[in-house]
């Protein structure tokens, strides 16, 4: 049963992926019944969560079977609670490449004007190239790119083009695989094939490996760049329980007014 998750996980595409997780959450809670881990966002628990990532970035105990959330969507679900007004006052807000796990909440959410992209995302309403955003300049009071950076041609110019779309005063959360192992962010463009690609860059659809140097590249974009360190905010036992990376960052990214 674990190798045919596995395989299924790693091979279908992710359009696809998508569907077939609705007729899997029906079942999942009964599966995983228990006490031992706990997801904010859809607010159950689970004798353990799934496993997820390629062959060479997998984990253990991370995958919501539910709402499919991982470390990075509990984490930022949390903040947002903790930290924000996203849920209570009046946004224009842009999502790139919407997680499913988020979509239909922030679809319910009264006080956002919500507007989803994708290249093709069937979760997505408008379809473009992240490398020219067929939207206005200075639109969006909060925009969420994640785990997207990785994988576009020019990971600076798609930044930019986020950044001019985000009003003066706007901030977004633009989450990457990250090596904090690597001081500088990997790119080749001579390795194209899929099991290099996932050899160097965790991923075979991944085209750089962003290192700690990531939030210069934020920076460079024209954006100012707060972090939120998981291991600092968090006791040990809620990083455990909700099943959160301690190593990893939220950078918070705003355009200056």
Known sequence: MKKLYKFLLNKLPRPLLIRLSYVFKRIAPLLYKGNNVACPVCERSFSKFLSYGSDIAHRDNVLCPYDLTLERHRLMWLYLQQETDFFKNKKEML??????????????????????GDLESPLAELHFDLHSIPLEENRFDVIFCNHVLEHVDDAMQCMKELNRVMKPGGWGIFQVPQDFDREITYEDPTITSPEEREKHFWQKDHVRLFGRDYPEWLKRAGFEVEEFHTSKEFPAKDIERYRLNPKEILYIVSKKA
């Open 95 to 116: 999502h790139i490449a919407p997680e499913q796990c988020f979509h239909g909440l922030f679809k319910k959410q009264k006080n956002l004007n919500y507007v989803t």
